[in-house]
């Protein structure tokens, strides 16, 4: 499977963005996907996840309500709609592609990764 995400960018506090990954290789369905980041000088942390029919999601307790993932399997692609962004969202943040079509939490559940994209959220 190859990623490839886009998306991220510079945004005031509160503003909004909209990060897509789009997806190739094995049937789209038949694998979950999830959104990743890392912030300078921290580990990589889960953001969310989808399963590969999009019927169960995941989030982190930090983005509960203010980003939303979602998945089109027509177009092979995987979106992140982030609001009400705050500076500590500030991060790289990466897609991934998961071993089986459930959602997961845990990095290691994942085998291919996206290039990242820069997030930057200003105060």
């Not at 789009?22 to 049937?27: D, E, Q, V, W």
């Not at 998945?71 to 500030?90: F, S, W, Y």
Request: net charge positive; with cysteine; aromatic share 10%.
């Amino acid at each position: 499977v190859q990623l490839q995400a886009s998306g991220g960018g510079l945004v005031q506090a509160g503003g909004s963005l909209r990060l897509s990954c789009a997806a190739s290789g094995r049937p789209f369905s038949s694998y979950g996907m999830g959104w990743f980041r890392q912030a300078p000088g921290k580990e990589r942390e889960f953001v969310a996840a989808i399963t590969g029919s999009g019927g169960s999601i995941y989030y982190a307790d930090s983005v509960e309500g203010r980003f939303t993932i979602s998945r089109d399997n027509a177009k092979n692609t995987v979106h992140l709609q982030m609001n009400n962004l705050e500076p500590e969202d500030t991060a790289v943040y990466y897609c991934a592609s998961a071993r089986s079509r459930w959602a997961s939490r845990t990095s290691r559940d994942y085998d291919n990764w996206g290039q990242g994209t820069q997030v930057t959220v200003s105060s």
